[in-house]
């Protein structure tokens, strides 16, 4: 099958094979093909056909399906079949060659790629062709013979001609009718049961064998026939012939209706210049929450009800925002699990991620929820799912989301859907292999987190909706550790720059002890007025409250009065009544003093105890004398007792009834650092993730070529690829300094592209592969440079399998 798509390929012209490498880019992800027959290899891996026929719309799969069921299919003759004009058909078929998944030969047959077949095991319920049962080991010349005859065929000739005539005489539906007459009773029902509702059906298998039943009739003219003695399966020419002339599979060219109602569209731009600042500044919030009281996880796994309730109040946050922003965190690696604190904590990313400009902040949050796989908002049985608990659905979910929002791109602006049905049997359309009862389900959670996310307003898309639906960046599944490119994508940069722009940087102070915002703030205002007031309202414009107690919360977090002042003072002009109320309850602030105390020492001679709070050695235990006979550590009893017999004391510990209780100390168990949490609320170490524990997350690996640009070399390239014995000559005579096994790995990764680690003169190491040999020179993909680099045969010392 890759020598007739490569045949293929080589007839395309420059514009031809640029579609195609835009509509594939996994074939042209790195290491990008330098030849077509490796792309050939790469455009038919059946994983990465099948992941294509996911995005094509319902009437490319319908011609694909029927295609397959055909015995050398033409475009005319496939439209013929499915009931069509040539020129409704056309455009599907083209659809499918610009996505390598089908294309034409010479003649103008059309061929599917390999993964297209193994999607239908039964394509439009049929089953294999007559060759495919008369070609069986089961099936010996006397029996195919016996066949001819009983068919009214010549018999003479070799297996070949006679499997062609039996083959043309049961696909013509005339002939099969004829030989129908003569049928004993109950043929045609048992047929026709066979044509609509097989192609395999459990029989009877006696009746196979008992002459004069209609199944052996059937079977001695190849009409059915018997994989097992219970089943029996009709094959594909027969059960069309039976179906008869007005049979014709399928075929929906137009998408269904879609009402729309027509919308304002300042109003949807103004509802989203509201609904982003608000998403980033909740998110700040949320997780600033979290740093404070670790968010714990259910033994089960995932977030309790409880817990989502008790963030959402303390953060002024509704239940379903609370839920989505929790996920969106999660999957955005801004929220991981954390062994010492026992729970759920802000990760470094969060970090530096409020560090970013407020465009990259949202971004960030739009491409986790972009390939998030699971839906916060859906409801089973009228209840919400589990937060950050387990989703059987999966990536599916992520795929509903992206075909949503596609639909709906294609609304023009100032148009809104009118019906949420419409919609979803319009998406079906567009998507038809994902689930239907699925799509049903999580569609209204789709548009409802769209909806809180900005992306979606008055049931029309925002314009950031359409920059994230638009992007053409792979957005890569929830556990990809790297940076997804969607969150550099230049359109959603300039759509979500465009969605905070109306934030506001400064509120009105009031005598009244209020300030208030008048429009969106930013996250950054938001913050201060929520670490030293309480919030009143929200919506176009928020309010906050300065209290006694907001202020004392804000002194009890380590601010001083006049630093608070300062930064008020840089939002807007503070009236005098506030200015008093934060001295005033600074001024108060810190009367009454507790101290935190590791534990106690005793002893009834006031000398020793002094002797030991003067010791030099004990300096670190931060002890203090509270009494002639009481002593106090700032550390742990262990730690301190360890201190005092490490100098010489010979102290003993003491429970707390006052008892001497001396036990074995256990060692303590090493602290392995942050944890990550995975999908049904599993945890893994963060070491186990070099991109999150090591790896800077902001670096980006290399974009692909542009597909246009390769499509231009790779025709500039056309030539053969070199032999194999050209390959030995050329590595053995220059690669001096390796052994012959290490010149054969060497040559593997020159004509079959495998992967290899290899080192240089100097001691540079280097992981290579799809190498090609240029004079004295490897040209292959190096992976540390994320590119193809040239690397001297004669200098390479060493090579090693790489897995």
């Keep these: ?7 293929w390929l080589r007839t395309l012209d420059e514009d031809r094979l640029g579609r195609v490498l835009a509509n594939r880019p996994d074939a042209i992800a790195a290491p990008w093909p330098r030849r077509l027959d490796t792309l050939a290899q790469r455009l038919g891996n059946g994983f990465a056909v099948m992941e294509t026929l996911r995005r094509l719309p319902l009437p490319c799969l319908q011609l694909a399906e029927a295609a397959l069921a055909m015995s050398r299919p033409t475009a005319e003759r496939l439209a013929a079949f499915v009931a069509a004009r040539p020129d409704e058909v056309t455009p599907w078929l083209d659809h499918l060659f610009d996505h390598a998944l089908a294309w034409p030969d010479g003649e103008g047959v059309i061929h599917l790629a390999e993964g297209v077949a193994r999607w239908w095991s039964a394509p439009l319920s049929l089953g294999e062709p007559l060759d495919h049962y008369l070609n069986s080991w089961t099936i010996g010349n006397d029996a195919l013979h016996a066949l001819a005859r009983n068919l009214g065929l010549p018999a003479h000739g070799n297996k070949r001609r006679i499997i062609a005539r039996v083959t043309e005489a049961l696909s013509d539906g005339e002939r099969l009718g004829s030989l129908m007459r003569s049928a004993p009773d109950g043929t045609a029902a048992l047929l026709d049961r066979f044509a609509w509702e097989g192609p395999a059906l459990n029989v009877d298998g006696a009746k196979f064998v008992t002459p004069g039943t209609p199944e052996k009739w059937s079977a001695d003219h190849g009409l059915l026939f018997r994989p097992s003695w219970h089943v029996a399966e009709i094959p594909r020419e027969v059960a069309i012939s039976l179906r008869g002339p007005g049979y014709h599979p399928a075929f929906l060219p137009d998408a269904p209706e879609l009402a729309t109602i027509p919308v304002d569209p300042e109003e949807v731009d103004h509802l989203m210049t509201l609904a982003a600042p608000h998403v980033v500044e909740r998110c700040a919030a949320l997780l600033d929450n979290t740093s404070k009281t670790p968010l714990p996880l259910l033994k089960t796994g995932g977030v309790g009800v409880r817990e989502v309730r008790r963030v959402a109040k303390e953060t002024g946050c509704d239940e379903d925002e609370t839920r989505l922003l929790l996920e969106v965190c999660a999957v955005a690696r801004l929220l991981a699990w954390d062994d010492p604190s026992g729970g759920m904590i802000p990760t470094e990313r969060f970090d530096r991620w409020r560090l970013d400009e407020g465009s990259a902040r949202l971004r960030v949050l739009l491409s986790a929820w972009w390939r ?36 709906l791109t294609h609304l023009p602006a100032g148009m809104a859907f009118a019906d949420r049905t419409g919609l979803v049997r319009n998406v079906h ?56 490119m969607i969150e550099h994508d230049p359109v959603l940069a300039q759509a979500a720059t465009r969605a905070l722009a109306s934030v506001r940087r400064s509120a009105l102070f009031g005598p009244d002890l209020t300030a208030v915002v ?55 002009t503070i009236p005098q009544p506030l200015e008093y109320l934060v001295r005033d309850t600074a001024r108060r602030h810190g009367e009454v003093t507790v101290s935190t105390v590791g534990c106690v020492i005793q002893a009834g001679d006031p000398t020793l105890l002094a002797e030991i709070a003067a010791h030099r050695r004990l300096g670190r235990l931060g002890l203090r004398l509270l009494a002639p006979t009481v002593l106090v550590s700032g550390v742990g009893a262990e730690r301190t007792l360890a201190a005092l017999r490490e100098v010489g004391y010979s102290p003993v510990p003491v429970s707390d009834t006052g008892e001497i209780a001396i036990h074995r100390a256990r060692a303590e168990e090493p602290q392995n650092g942050k944890l990550i949490l995975l999908p049904g609320g599993q945890v893994a170490e963060l070491s186990d993730f070099p991109g999150l524990a090591e790896t800077p997350l902001h670096m980006l690996a290399e974009p692909p070529p ?94 090693r399998g790489a897995y």
């Design 1 to 7: 099958m890759e020598d007739h798509l490569l045949g």
């Design 372 to 407: 998030m796989e699971r839906s916060s908002l859906r409801k089973i049985d009228g209840k919400y799912g589990t937060v950050l608990g387990d989703d059987p659905a999966g990536s599916a979910v992520a795929r509903i989301r992206r075909a949503v929002l596609s639909v």
């Design 429 to 484: 359309w567009h998507a038809p292999l994902i689930d239907r009862e699925l799509l049903f389900e999580c569609a209204p959670a789709v548009l409802d987190e769209a909806r809180l996310l900005g992306l979606l307003a008055n049931d029309s898309l925002t314009d950031l909706g359409r920059a994230l639906a638009g992007c053409t960046a792979q957005p890569g599944d929830e556990n990809d550790d790297s940076v997804p």
């Design 518 to 572: 008048t429009g969106p703030p930013s996250a950054e205002l938001a913050a201060l007025l929520d670490r030293v007031a309480e919030r009143e309202s929200r919506g176009a414009a928020s309010v906050w409250r300065f209290t006694t107690e907001s202020v004392r919360r804000a002194l009890d977090q380590g601010h001083e009065a006049d630093d608070l002042l300062d930064e008020l003072a840089g939002v807007g």
């Design 706 to 799: 542009d597909p246009h640009e390769h499509a231009r070399r790779l025709l500039a390239t056309r030539q053969d690829t070199e032999k194999g014995g050209r390959t030995w000559a050329i590595i053995g005579r220059m690669a001096t300094r390796l052994p012959t096994a290490q010149q054969s790995l060497l040559g593997f990764v020159v004509d079959r592209g495998v992967r290899a680690g290899i080192t240089l003169t100097g001691g540079l190491t280097a992981t290579i592969s799809h190498g090609e040999l240029k004079g004295g020179a490897l040209d292959a993909w190096c992976e540390e440079a994320g590119d193809y680099l040239e690397f001297p045969l004669a200098e390479i010392v060493e090579v």
